[in-house]
């Protein structure tokens, strides 16, 4: 499509049929490029279980922490720091609770929520979801127990906010169930990790 | 399943740290293979054999429970 758009807009020119064939060519040479990321990505991810390298753990941490810090102030503060005021684009918003969305508009809003909503969920799948420093079967299915485990506590302790907690404080729940899975995740693996370590010990 | 590594670690003189690392595993997973807790993946039972210069059936031993479902 940009090639044609070019060529209708260069006109016959000689030079700009150069410019024309050289940007084909570059983009060919892209499309080429492009395949061999895929098939090689397409090995790295049969290799790795869809695991991170173990340096992205320490990744994590880094914004994992902020992110709670931040999310604290966030919970302290309700009115927000002006300085985190922007304006942002919005594909759906309302302007207040019970009026009519509108779409594709841009409004101003404090981001600081946004800001460590990002940090916490990626934060915490960096720290989750990077290998061990030997990631071997074991942990594999330590990994996969856990995640179990905790997807079954996230949803069952959901279902009893369903039940008995409403209106505004349901909301909150929301808000806490956005990142409960993950953290309950965290907790059960290392937990089961520490308890694996410490066997040895008693072993030894 | 009943193993028999620990025996054979005895007999090689190696630790569990020194085992795992041979065939490259975590502490932990030679542990609790040897406690009996967890049932390892073929390979990593060929590996320990290979290690121990052993057939895998004189290393691993079925039961009668690994029968039953």
Same mark, same amino acid.
């Given at each position: 499509m940009?090639?044609?758009?070019?060529?209708?807009i260069? #006109?016959? !020119?000689?030079?700009?049929?150069?410019?024309?064939?050289? $940007?084909?060519?570059?983009?060919?040479?892209?499309?080429?490029?492009?395949l061999h990321?895929?098939?090689?990505?397409?090995s790295i991810?049969? &290799?790795?279980? $869809?695991?991170?390298p173990?340096r992205? &753990?320490?990744?994590g941490?880094?914004?994992?922490?902020? #992110?709670?810090?931040?999310g604290v102030l966030?919970?302290?503060?309700?009115? #927000?720091i002006?300085?985190f !005021?922007? &304006?942002?684009?919005?594909?759906?918003?309302?302007?207040?609770?019970f009026?009519d969305?509108?779409?594709?508009?841009?409004?101003e809003?404090?981001?600081?929520?946004?800001?460590?909503?990002?940090?916490?969920?990626? #934060?915490a799948?960096?720290i989750?979801?990077?290998?061990?420093?030997t990631?071997?079967?074991?942990?594999?299915?330590?990994?996969?127990e856990s995640?179990?485990?905790?997807t $079954?506590?996230?949803?069952?302790?959901?279902?009893?906010?369903i039940?008995f907690? $409403? !209106?505004?404080?349901?909301?909150?729940?929301?808000?806490?169930?956005?990142?409960?899975l993950l953290v309950?995740?965290l907790?059960?693996f290392?937990?089961a990790l520490? &308890?694996?370590?410490?066997?040895?010990?008693n072993?030894? | 399943?009943?193993n028999? /590594?620990?025996?054979?670690?005895?007999?090689?003189? /190696?630790?569990q740290?020194? +085992?795992a690392?041979?065939?490259?595993?975590?502490?932990?997973t030679?542990? =609790?293979?040897? +406690?009996?807790?967890y049932? %390892?993946?073929? /390979?990593? =039972? %060929?590996?320990? =054999?290979?290690?121990?210069?052993?057939s895998?059936?004189?290393?691993?031993?079925?039961?009668?429970?690994?029968?039953?479902s």
């Open positions: 940009l090639v044609v758009v070019f060529i209708c260069s #006109g016959v !020119d000689k030079l700009n049929v150069i410019y024309t064939c050289l $940007y084909v060519m570059y983009i060919c040479h892209y499309d080429i490029f492009a990321l895929c098939h090689n990505f397409k991810i049969m &290799k790795t279980n $869809y695991l991170f173990n992205f &753990k320490k990744i941490w880094l914004l994992f922490i902020p #992110g709670i810090i931040l966030c919970l302290i503060d309700q009115s #927000g002006s300085f !005021d922007i &304006k942002v684009i919005a594909i759906i918003a309302e302007q207040s609770i009026s969305a509108s779409f594709f508009s841009i409004l809003n404090n981001v600081l929520d946004e800001i460590s909503s990002i940090l916490l969920i990626i #934060g799948l960096l989750a979801f990077s290998k061990e420093k990631e071997d079967e074991f942990i594999s299915k330590i990994r996969l995640l179990v485990w905790a $079954y506590i996230n949803y069952a302790i959901l279902i009893f906010a039940i907690i $409403y !209106d505004m404080t349901f909301l909150w729940v929301l808000v806490f169930n956005m990142f409960t309950f995740f907790i059960r290392n937990w520490y &308890k694996s370590k410490n066997q040895i010990s072993e030894e | 399943m009943k028999s /590594i620990k025996v054979e670690r005895a007999k090689k003189n /190696i630790t740290a020194q +085992l690392e041979l065939v490259n595993v975590s502490r932990q030679i542990n =609790a293979i040897e +406690l009996g807790k049932n %390892l993946s073929t /390979i990593l =039972a %060929l590996k320990i =054999a290979h290690v121990f210069n052993e895998v059936h004189n290393i691993f031993e079925l039961e009668e429970s690994d029968w039953e």
